[in-house]
C-alpha cells in the first residue's frame, strides 16, 4: 500500500477536489462509496454549526473515509480542526497561506494534511514546515490561480516528486483512466479531480454549468483576472464578445465576493464558470461510480 493511501484509507488514491464553497454531502458520500476520497470544502466557511451539519450528513450516508479542505487564513480553524477529528477525519488538505502554523495544530489533533500549491519553491516549503504531502496543481487545473509564470502538471508532478520525500498527488487535467495512469508514471501516489466531478449527477452545481463544461472545446478555457488572483473559467462567444467590448474591464467586473451568487444562479457574465482545461475531454454527465469505474479499470 502507498504512503498515501495508508493516510486516506480509501481503496483509490482519487480525491475529491473542493470547488469553492459548494457542498453537497451527496457528492462527497458518493466518491467515498465509489472507494475514492470524498472531500467537505470547508476552506471559506464561517459557521460552526454548518460544519456539524455537514459532517453528520455525510456520515448518514457512508461509513467509509471522508476529508475536508481548509484554508490556512481562515480564522475559524481552531474550532473547525477538533470537530474534524470528532468525525473520525483521518486527512485533510490545506490551501491558500503558509503551512508552518496550521500543521503543529492538525498534528496534535492526530489528523494528517496535504499541502495545495502550484510550485516547486513552495513544495519544499511545505514539506519543511510539516506537511504530510503535496497536491501539486498544474496550470491546466480550474480554480484559482496566482499571476505569476506556472508549470502544467506533466512539468509540476515530476519536478516536485524529485525535491520531496513525501507523497505527492497530481491536480489538474485528469478526467479518465488515461490521465489517472500518467499521474502514477510522473511520480505521483494519486490524483485529485475537480472538474470531473463537476459534471456527474451527483453533483449540485447548476445545470447550465454542467452544460458548459460538456460543450467545452479545445482551448476553451482561459486564466481570466478575478480580484488580484487569476481564475481558469470557460470561455463561452458571449462571454468572449462581453469581455472585449471597449472599456470593459475584467479587474473591476468580476469579483469573488460574487461568485456563489453567480455560479448558483448561472448568471457567468457576473463570474464566469470556472472550471479546468480538461472540459475539452468531458462529453457527458456522467455517475461518480461510473468514472471512477473506468478511470481504475
Ligand atoms: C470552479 C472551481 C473552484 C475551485 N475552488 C477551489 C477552492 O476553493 N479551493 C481549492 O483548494 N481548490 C479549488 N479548486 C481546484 C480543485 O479543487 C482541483 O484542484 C482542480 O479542479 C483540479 O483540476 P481539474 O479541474 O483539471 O480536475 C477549484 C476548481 C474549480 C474548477
Not at 470547488?19 to 457528492?27: A, H, K, M, R, T
Not at 474550532?79 to 477529528?85: C, E, M
Not at 457574465?269 to 481504475?296: Q, Y
Request: glycine share 10%.
Amino acid at each position: 500500500m502507498s504512503q498515501l493511501l495508508d493516510m486516506l484509507g480509501s481503496k483509490y488514491p482519487i480525491i475529491q477536489g473542493p470547488i469553492g464553497s459548494i457542498n453537497s454531502p451527496e457528492l462527497v458520500a458518493a466518491i467515498s462509496e465509489a472507494d475514492g476520497y470524498g472531500m467537505l470544502a470547508l476552506g471559506f466557511m464561517n459557521d460552526i454549526e454548518e460544519v456539524k451539519r455537514l459532517l453528520a450528513e455525510v456520515k448518514k450516508k457512508t461509513d467509509k473515509p471522508f476529508g475536508a479542505n481548509i484554508m490556512i487564513i481562515n480564522p475559524l480553524n481552531e474550532k473547525i480542526i477538533p470537530l474534524l477529528a470528532d468525525a473520525g477525519i483521518k486527512t485533510v488538505t490545506t490551501s491558500v497561506g503558509f503551512p508552518g502554523k496550521i500543521y503543529p495544530l492538525l498534528h496534535e489533533f492526530g489528523i494528517k494534511g496535504l499541502h495545495v500549491l502550484l510550485s516547486v519553491k513552495h513544495a519544499i516549503s511545505a514539506e519543511q514546515a510539516g506537511a504530510d504531502g503535496i497536491v501539486a496543481a498544474g496550470a491546466e487545473a480550474g480554480g484559482l490561480r496566482s499571476t505569476g509564470p506556472e508549470s502544467s502538471t506533466m512539468v509540476l508532478v515530476p519536478l516536485i516528486a524529485d525535491h520531496v520525500n513525501i507523497p505527492v498527488v497530481a491536480a489538474g487535467g485528469i478526467a479518465d483512466s488515461r490521465g489517472y495512469k500518467a499521474a502514477f508514471a510522473l511520480g505521483a501516489q494519486g490524483v485529485q479531480i475537480g472538474t470531473r466531478f463537476m459534471a456527474t449527477t451527483e453533483s449540485p452545481i447548476h445545470t447550465r454549468w454542467k452544460e458548459q463544461i460538456v460543450n467545452c472545446t479545445d482551448g476553451g478555457t482561459e486564466l481570466l483576472p478575478v480580484d488580484n488572483m487569476m481564475m481558469r473559467a470557460i470561455i463561452t462567444p458571449e462571454l468572449r464578445t462581453k469581455i472585449q467590448s471597449p472599456g470593459f474591464d475584467m479587474k473591476k467586473e468580476f469579483k469573488l465576493a460574487n461568485a456563489s451568487k453567480a455560479w448558483n444562479s448561472a448568471e457567468f457574465d457576473l463570474v464566469p464558470a470556472g472550471a479546468g482545461e480538461v472540459s475539452a475531454l468531458i462529453r457527458d454527465v456522467k455517475t461518480v461510480k461510473e468514472i471512477i469505474d473506468e478511470m481504475v479499470k
